[in-house]
């Protein structure tokens, strides 16, 4: 038996004799679903047993109150495992974060208790919770605070409808766009009014038009969130939400600077006044280490899992974790636990992240993590091809 061998062969042990107690936290974070940046009972559940296996907790993280990083061990080189645990409102677990949470925390202790036996590896296990994913982008804050800055990989899984080896996300990002124009009532002079209200839906008419024009992957949805006071009054404010997505980061820019350059020439155009403000955060799109993606995908074989090449075609989801692949080699493999026919964010994905299937996924996932863990951790190697691939340096 080779030496990396022997270290696979603890690691199922290890995953194996904690499998119960891993369930049981996936199990309880299901019935107890909390939502964005208010997940304090699951963050205090998982930081718990990350404290009691030894682990350097820091809490607070970027500011976020159910934000945590819990380290073991020390200097590079350093894997994190990200663990995610918000739930959707009216839904609950219904995209599996409950699984993705104990998949992280178990990696993490496995690696941590092989380490700690001696598998010829040094450095840091870093188990990083990201709240709100959903909507609140945790991990883009954390990477902005530094969290992966001497990070040499960020590993995590996501339960779906399909065994592929990685997640084609695209990049996403919503903007605020108001007009101003100048209000009249019609028993004044309706003649003096300017209707921001009118703009607005001008704005709405462009972009439908350019909407034919754009790549098969970048589109614009938006609604309008403020259209008048009142039917009889000019409205002097309109206001609308427009969520963008691309294939790219970069052509996610491209697509913003044709809605600034549509609200301008409609402004133009009606005599209104516009203000285009980013609200909330961007997800850049995700770039996948396809060496540790590899040895994931490797490593879940032996529990009978075969992951493939996404199927071809446009898909229109995004994740903070794109801009964590952004500054560190990072993996995102979809490993199923309900029929392809099914889908995610309703409520049978969330009967399904309970069910006996997720738990076997939860296993196998775990796992794998945790022998991928090892491997950046032992192979200086996998670590140098991963920076050459991401076109960056450890």
């Known amino acids: 038996m080779s030496d990396a061998d022997d270290v696979y062969r603890r690691v199922r042990e290890e995953v194996d004799a904690r499998a119960d107690a891993i369930w049981e936290v996936a199990a309880a974070l299901h019935a107890d679903p909390e939502y964005a940046f208010d997940e304090r009972r699951a963050a205090s559940r998982l930081t718990g047993e990350l404290r009691r296996a030894g682990f350097e907790v820091r809490d607070g993280v970027a500011g976020m109150p159910t934000a945590f990083t819990a380290r073991w061990g020390e200097g590079r080189p350093a894997v994190a495992l990200l663990l995610e645990y918000d739930a959707l409102p009216g839904l609950g677990h219904a995209c599996g974060h409950n699984l993705i949470a104990a998949a992280g925390l178990g990696a993490a202790l496995s690696a941590r208790a092989v380490l700690g036996e001696g598998s010829g590896a040094a450095g840091t296990v870093v188990a990083v919770g990201s709240p709100a994913e959903e909507g609140g982008g945790g991990k883009v804050l954390e990477v902005e605070d530094g969290v992966f800055d001497d990070v040499d990989a960020a590993l995590m899984f996501h339960p779906g409808v399909h065994d592929w080896v990685r997640a ?20 004044g002079n309706p003649t003096e009014g300017v209707d ?3 703009a607005l839906v001008q704005l709405f008419n462009v972009l439908s038009a350019l909407g034919r024009r754009l790549p098969e992957a970048s589109h614009v949805q938006g609604i309008v969130t403020e259209g008048g006071k009142a039917t009889n009054i000019v409205p002097e404010y309109a206001e609308g939400r427009f969520g963008l997505r691309a294939a790219t980061t970069e052509a996610l820019d491209e697509l913003a600077e044709r809605l600034r350059t549509c609200a301008q020439g409609v402004a133009l155009a009606t005599g209104t006044t516009c203000v285009i403000e980013r609200a909330g955060v961007r997800y850049e799109h995700f770039r996948d280490s396809g060496v540790l993606s590899g040895r994931f995908a490797g490593h ?31 993996i995102h493999p979809f490993v199923a636990i309900m029929n392809e026919d099914g889908s995610d964010h309703t409520p049978q994905f969330a009967e399904a992240a309970a069910s006996e ?24 190697a996998l670590r140098a091809e991963a920076w050459a691939e991401h076109g960056g340096e450890g």
């Open 196 to 198: 921001a209200l009118a």
């Open 357 to 380: 299937r997720a738990r076997r996924v939860l296993t196998a996932a775990t796992e794998a993590l945790t022998c991928t863990a090892l491997d950046v951790l032992r192979d200086a």
């Open 168 to 187: 084609p996300l695209t990049a996403q990002e919503q903007y605020r766009v108001g007009f101003h124009g100048r209000a009249a009532h019609p028993t």
């Open 300 to 330: 879940l074989t032996r529990a009978g899992i075969t992951l493939t090449p996404p199927a071809p075609g446009v898909y229109l989801g995004s994740s903070d974790i794109g801009n964590v692949s952004g500054r560190v080699p990072a």
